[in-house]
């Protein structure tokens, strides 16, 4: 690999923090952390993934003030619409712009039960609406133990992608479950393995051009002191950050890796 320029792309998921006014506030902070250090806007995609009840806000926002970062929800529902209570359609984040959806965060597989069905689902539910599923895959402590690194990640991207396009427009995570949160992050050299053997399977369930093209990003304790050694790595492409893209500050010094990528 190495030959394939693939944009990086850090993403921010929020989680279940900040209501929409605190919403506001933030994407202004951040928008102008950048500018005041002259980011090279180009040179990096920017994703933001607020709760629902945030998405309209910040929407309208970066339409008018003409910001430039990508939408994107944590979560959608498998069905397009009906009788589904409290469920969010595909159909609707896609009126609302959102570019990305995160499907099957650990979160959700482990508090909602979401199964690699349920996640399968919910990928073709977002590529029907030409929103890119943003697929999260990775090992609990136990896995790693018993099967090592990759043997889990591996199991759920191939179940992920059953039946889907062999030129469909995907984003992956690879997210060790013991690495979220816990300020515990992979080494880079353990990110690029798992995110190696993940391409490879993007390259047999959809295409070597799928494969050469999709991002795979590294989420898990990513901080702004951490972020440059996984980017170095061939396969990684970027990063879903939690906790580090609640702070403006922090993250903008992520967003700007390559500034200190060659140290
Ligand atoms: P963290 O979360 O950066 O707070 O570890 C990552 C994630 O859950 O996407």
């Keep these: 690999m190495g030959t394939v320029s693939r944009l990086p792309l850090i993403a921010g998921n929020w989680k279940m923090n900040l209501d929409h006014l605190q919403a506001v506030a933030l994407v202004q902070k951040l928008y102008w952390a ?9 040179s990096v995609e920017v994703a933001l993934f607020p709760p629902f009840t945030d998405l309209r806000t910040v929407q309208t926002l970066i339409d008018a003030d003409k910001i430039p970062f990508a939408l994107g929800a944590q979560d959608l529902s498998t069905h397009d619409s009906g009788a589904y209570t ?3 359609s595909g159909a609707f984040l896609a009126k609302l712009e959102a570019q990305y959806v995160i499907i099957g965060h650990s979160e959700r597989r482990e508090y909602h039960n979401e199964t690699d069905e349920v996640v399968r689902d919910k990928v073709h539910a977002a590529l029907r609406h030409g929103i890119t599923p943003v697929i999260c895959v990775g090992e609990t402590a136990e896995d790693l133990e018993e099967h ?7 199991g759920q991207l191939e179940k992920a992608l059953e ?7 995907i984003v992956v995570a690879y997210e060790p479950v013991w690495a979220i949160g816990s300020g515990q992050a992979a080494t880079p050299d353990q990110a690029q393995d798992v995110c190696q053997k993940l391409r490879d399977v993007v390259a047999s369930s959809l295409s070597e051009e799928a494969a050469a093209a999709t ?13 440059a050694g ?32 060659g140290v």
């Design 148 to 154: 090592g690194a990759a043997a889990v990640p591996v």
């Design 86 to 88: 409290g469920e969010v």
């Design 34 to 42: 950048l500018k005041d250090a002259k980011h090279d806007e180009a």
């Design 230 to 261: 996984f980017l170095r790595e061939p396969d990684v492409d970027g990063a879903l950050v939690g906790g580090a893209s609640l702070q403006a500050d922090e993250f903008a010094a992520i967003i700007r890796f390559q500034k200190h990528v």
């Design 163 to 169: 039946g889907v396009a062999k030129d469909a427009d």
């Design 215 to 227: 991002r795979i990003l590294y989420g898990g304790s990513v901080k702004s002191s951490n972020i």
